[in-house]
């Protein structure tokens, strides 16, 4: 090496030997090669600094890629069809168990539903049998299929964790074979300005217990590895009237005409379920749907729908009001959530806010602050103030919701302004039942309208937090929505509800309807009431206060046929209001009885019944073992649970600048002289 | 032109990148240090610096392994160059529940590269109060089969997740060790 290095840097040595241009030059070939050597470590270079400019680009927002090839597992796949009539929804739910492993296997599947939804139909196959599911008492169904399980009968079970989250499970699943479990469930269209909704969760957000992440709902998923759990969706619409758009927030759908209806399919076959599908359709503007009175008769006698619409009210004075607004920045609003909260916060502080109005900005996560000690009056310093405050919130921590929720309410009252809460959030509590409490009790006059930030927030909880609240509930699934769902809450709270809502029955006997006590109804958006008794005669007549204007309207009975699915709807809705009831009471389990009583007559899953259905001959022989497999669902997307980037530059740094040292000593020099 | 002055200006500039990545994570852990004295005393969360967007939320010391750290909040790269991170979705460490932490192979988690089962980390919360956790296996995980790590809430255990191998001089690679401990058990509690 040594020697080597003496020959080229020795010019005398060289210039003896035979004259440089009749030879193949070596020294310049040499040189050449350093040369070369000098530009890939430039390259090297080059590359540690991308890295760099890339570390800092990635920081905070990690992706993730499904993992490819087949693994020995139980794997689901879920098939939805929607099939929509009015505002009705049914839905024919397929979740298809694959057992790719060489034993018997059980598996245990949590998923999302609707938070309205009314399952009321099971039904699974195994090879060329089918066996339909029973309402049972839930600890009975669970006992009924532990035994199937253990006897080596094929069996499934399906039970409520939370109205909007459910558990499927399915026993001894053939090696190699496949289980086909099919659920049914009714719910209701949303329509709200011009269009109508329908939310289907495909994941859940991991919900926080107050007091740090207790086993509670969590404990039996392993959330370990990612999986890749992909959905295919298809929607019939029946509207009824003449349709101008049907299209979907965040997937691609393509619909199609089919006589009278619209069939809409994804535009790919199926996509990863790790976001809320959202269909979303407008009638043409003169076929604005208007009051109906549906009524479907039945041995059980006579259940009805009524959808009331009032007429947009003219613009009043606006009275001067307070605006509290609360944002959750806990850990599970990390990534794109926590954006779109900051930018729905500003939108909302820049639209809604009046000169005479005051305001206040509370954030919370493990713990609490607030912008301002009481609310202040809208000036240039303070707004400046809380778009500061906002700009600089970011997520981490736990879900405290309650002591931000109980600061909001007990703030000291201006007593001319009315008191509005603008409550932002991903809804990822697990104690639903004690804020839904605190709400109730605590509101006085106020109103509470909360907006449901990221993939895939809890909708049970934003519905049903605005019901308590006295205001709507607004979703915002991606950033791109932000300015007009806003604008779209602001326009709400700009006109006047319709006040003093009445319904009356003419010549029938009021009916026992839900919900009991009618809510305040916004401009656009209708109320749905479902009622029961035996005989309903006759139409209705329903009016209210519009601003300054009194509104009266008469409505037609229409008849539907059995199979209109009011009744179901309408024993959904008599279980979710006990349940209601209970939470008031302190009491949840107060009205167990009434539920399940209810839930048998309707065969409908709830808190206290499930769903099962067994084989009645055994298949897998005792000797053969059987192994429980819990699969977990996706993780919603946009939140920051990828395994993380662990390893920094610093080496590859370390290792190409000893080698550029190194090339710049032993490099020869080069000759001055060309 | 000239080559050799080039070169020891790139050599220059990479070693002292190395070094600004190095002096970085080392500094950082000292005003931590700070940071984390005021939060045992005060209870709340404390900021090392006062543009940060992360503090400490735990430490972590093994008195074998000869490691003192401090855990920031946080698991994304902002957060990891001062220290390891706590992915804030899962349990506080020292709480009831498994809380995952991420660190750089190169910096902070050097030192995993000796851990064996048996080994006990010290964990001191937010309270003062001080939990031991016992190294029960470690895992090497690819991350292009399973590219998300998480905890099952019912066990008190505490995750360490490094790249891996150590000795590797390119970041980015697909590997992960994930070092599993469980809280071992001091006057009852588990």
Not at chain 1, 21 to 33: C, F, I, N, T, Y
Not at chain 1, 190 to 211: C, H, I, K, Q, V
Not at chain 1, 340 to 360: M, V
Not at chain 1, 644 to 668: H, K, N, V
Request: with cysteine; hydrophobic share 40%; net charge neutral.
């Amino acid at each position: 090496m040594g020697r080597r290095a003496g020959t080229l840097i020795s010019p005398g040595f060289r210039k003896q030997r035979i004259p440089r241009d009749l030879l193949l030059d070596p020294p310049r070939r040499k040189r050449r090669v350093w040369l070369w050597l000098a530009v890939l470590l430039v390259c090297g270079a080059l590359l540690v600094a991308v890295e760099a400019v890339a570390e800092e680009i990635s920081s905070g927002e990690l992706s993730f890629k499904s993992s490819a090839g087949p693994v020995a597992a139980v794997h689901v796949r879920t098939e939805v069809t929607v099939s929509v009539t009015g505002m009705v929804a049914k839905t024919e739910y397929v979740q298809v168990f694959r057992n790719d492993t060489d034993g018997w296997q059980e598996a245990i599947y949590r998923f999302p539903l609707p938070d309205r939804a009314a399952v009321h139909f099971m039904q699974f196959r195994i090879g060329d049998r089918l066996i339909t599911g029973e309402v049972q008492e839930r600890r009975q169904a669970k006992k009924t299929y532990e035994a199937a399980r253990k006897e080596g009968r094929a069996a499934a079970l399906t039970e409520q964790q939370r109205p909007n989250l459910f558990t499927q499970s399915v026993a001894n699943i053939p090696p190699g074979e496949e289980i086909t479990v099919t659920l049914r469930y009714l719910d209701v269209a949303r329509f709200e300005g011009r269009y109508f909704s329908l939310r289907l969760p495909l994941t859940y957000t991991p919900r926080y217990s107050p007091g740090g992440m207790r086993g509670d709902w969590l404990s039996s998923i392993p959330f370990r590895t990612v999986t890749d759990r992909r959905a295919s969706i298809t929607a019939m619409l029946n509207a009824g009237v003449e349709l101008v758009e049907i299209t979907s927030d965040y997937h691609q759908v393509i619909p199609v005409r089919e006589g009278a209806r619209y069939r809409v399919q994804l535009a790919r076959p199926d996509v990863a379920m790790d976001r809320d599908f959202v269909l979303r359709w407008r009638p043409v503007s003169s076929d604005v749907p208007t009051s109906t009175f549906l009524v479907e008769r039945t041995s059980q006698g006579d259940y009805g729908m009524l959808m009331v619409l009032p007429p947009a009210a003219e613009q009043v004075m606006r009275l001067p009001r307070e605006m509290i607004f609360v944002v959750d920045t806990s850990g599970s609003m990390k990534g794109t959530s926590i954006r779109q909260a900051r930018a729905a916060l500003l939108r909302a502080i820049e639209t809604t806010l009046g000169p005479q109005d005051q305001f206040n900005v509370i954030e919370f996560d493990t713990y609490h602050s607030m912008l301002f000690q009481v609310s202040q009056p809208v000036t240039h310093s303070t707004l400046s103030a809380a778009r500061k405050f906002v700009s600089g919130l970011h997520a981490s921590g736990g879900t405290e919701m309650a002591a931000p929720l109980e600061a909001a309410l007990d703030l000291p009252r201006v007593p001319e302004l009315m008191r509005h809460i603008i409550f932002v959030t991903d809804g990822a509590v697990a104690n639903e039942a004690e804020l839904f409490r605190l709400i109730h009790d605590k509101l006085d006059d106020a109103s509470l309208y909360t907006v449901g930030i990221g993939s895939a927030p809890n909708s049970y909880f934003m519905r049903k937090a605005a019901e308590f609240g006295r205001g709507t509930f607004t979703f915002i699934g991606d950033t791109s929505e932000v300015v007009s769902r806003m604008d779209g809450l602001a326009r709400k709270l700009a006109r006047p509800a319709a006040r003093d809502l009445r319904i009356d029955w003419l010549g029938n006997t009021p009916p026992e309807s839900f919900p009991g006590r009618l809510p305040a109804l916004y401009a656009g958006e209708p109320l749905i009431l479902l009622s029961h008794s035996d005989f309903i005669a006759s139409d209705v007549s329903v009016s209210a206060q519009l601003g300054d204007a009194f509104w009266n309207e008469p409505v037609g009975l229409q008849e539907v046929d059995s199979k209109s699915g009011i009744g179901t709807l309408w024993a959904r809705e008599k279980i979710a209001a006990l349940e209601d009831e209970g939470v008031h009471s302190g009491d949840r389990d107060r009205f167990r009885k009434e539920i399940i009583e209810l839930a048998l007559a309707h065969q409908l899953v709830s808190r206290f019944t499930s769903l099962v259905a067994v084989e009645s001959w055994v298949s897998r022989q005792p000797g053969q073992a059987i192994e429980r497999a819990h699969l977990p669902g996706n993780i919603p997307r946009g939140q920051v649970v990828a395994m993380p980037q662990t390893a920094t530059r610093a080496p590859l740094s370390i290792l190409l600048g000893l080698l550029a040292l190194a090339i710049a000593l032993l490099m020869p020099p080069f000759p001055r002289h060309q | 032109m000239n080559v050799r002055l080039a070169m020891v200006a790139v050599a220059v500039l990479l070693l002292g990148d190395a070094g600004y990545i190095e002096a970085k994570a080392m500094l950082a852990q000292q005003l931590i240090e700070h940071a984390w004295n005021k939060t045992l005393t005060s209870g709340a969360p404390q900021r090392p610096w006062h543009w940060a967007d992360t503090w400490p939320v735990a430490r972590i010391r093994s008195t074998r392994l000869g490691s003192d750290l401090f855990v920031l909040a946080g698991a994304d790269g902002g957060s990891l160059a001062f220290g390891p991170g706590h992915f804030s979705h899962t349990a506080v460490p020292g709480r009831e529940g498994t809380s995952v932490i991420a660190g750089h192979r190169d910096t902070h988690f050097r030192f995993l590269a000796e851990v064996a089962p048996g080994d006990e980390f010290q964990v001191q919360r937010t309270d003062g109060v001080w939990r031991v956790y016992r190294v029960t296996e470690t895992l090497i995980v690819n991350v292009e089969e399973s590219p998300v790590w998480a905890a099952v809430p019912d066990r008190n255990e505490m995750h360490l997740i490094t790249c891996y191998p150590f000795d590797a001089v390119a970041p980015g690679g697909p590997l992960r060790m994930v070092v599993i401990s469980r809280r071992a058990c001091q006057e009852r509690a588990c």
